[in-house]
């Protein structure tokens, strides 16, 4: 059974950085579809970035690009997300989620089409 945890959140003053890290156990598939998703209070989850490990493509929407990246870290078996030049729009609780099965080209911003969810980690971007 997969298990996702995340970790790295926490307050930030606008114009700083924040380094949020998943942790998934169980999760040996070659192939791995996972991604960083955001909920503000009132709001739907909207994807931040996602990523198919099998292929390396990426997905940023428009609200991130550029100042968010996310990557693979194998040694560690972490999925990271980078989060330079935060805005107080940035103010969310961040989760991290997977996608069984994945294949090459799949690629999805979609939060219904992930079916495994950590706990998330609260991220709080003060002006």
């Known amino acids: 059974q997969v298990q996702l945890v995340e970790s790295g959140g926490g307050s930030v003053q606008a114009g700083g950085s924040l380094r949020l890290t998943c942790a998934a156990s169980?999760?040996?598939?070659?192939?791995?579809?996972m991604g960083w998703f955001r909920q503000s209070p009132g709001k739907g989850r909207e994807a931040v970035a996602v990523?198919?490990?099998?292929?390396?493509?990426?997905y940023y929407p428009t609200a991130v690009k550029g100042r968010f990246t996310i990557s693979e870290d194998n040694a560690a078996k972490t999925i990271d997300l980078q989060m330079n030049s935060l805005l107080p729009e940035d103010t969310a609780m961040y989760y991290c989620?997977?996608?069984?099965?994945?294949?090459?080209?799949?690629?999805?911003?979609?939060?219904?089409?992930?079916?495994?969810w950590g706990q998330g980690t609260q991220v709080t971007v003060s002006s």
């Open positions: 990523i198919n490990t099998g292929d390396g493509r990426t």
């Open positions: 169980g999760y040996s598939d070659s192939i791995k579809c």
């Open positions: 989620a997977a996608r069984q099965p994945c294949w090459i080209g799949a690629l999805s911003g979609v939060a219904p089409d992930y079916n495994i």
